[in-house]
């Protein structure tokens, strides 16, 4: 399975991703630039992302934990997420994510 990421320089990487891992965990260990601060506990929005419109749909609802921490983001939009809320399953395959401002380390 793969996730798409569009980093804030606009250059899209494709990264191979398990199902289980949080998708914050995916864009970290491969490299890019997400601050995660808190380590995937909702407790820091430094893992804010956008989902692709397609996508956002397919996607969990957040929770209510979540929701609060967004507010706390930068430039929130509809499509905002907490990317450490995001559990990889074989659903989102190939999904669509911007890095947020906000979010690098
Ligand atoms: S890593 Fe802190 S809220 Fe996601």
């Not at 996730?3 to 250059?11: F, K, S």
Request: proline share 4%; hydrophobic share 40%.
């Amino acid at each position: 399975m793969f996730i798409n990421v569009t980093d804030r320089a606009g250059d899209r990487h494709t990264l191979e991703a398990l199902e289980g891992f949080r998708i914050m965990e995916i864009i970290r260990d491969w490299g890019l630039d997400i601050k995660a601060e808190c380590g995937g506990a909702c407790a820091c929005a430094t893992c804010h992302v956008y989902v692709d419109e397609d996508w956002a749909p397919k996607l969990v609802e957040p929770t209510d934990e979540e929701v609060d921490k967004l507010d706390e983001a930068f430039d929130v939009a509809g499509n905002s997420r907490l990317s450490c809320q995001i559990l990889m399953r074989p659903e989102f395959d190939g999904i669509e994510l911007k890095l947020a401002p906000g979010s690098e380390r």
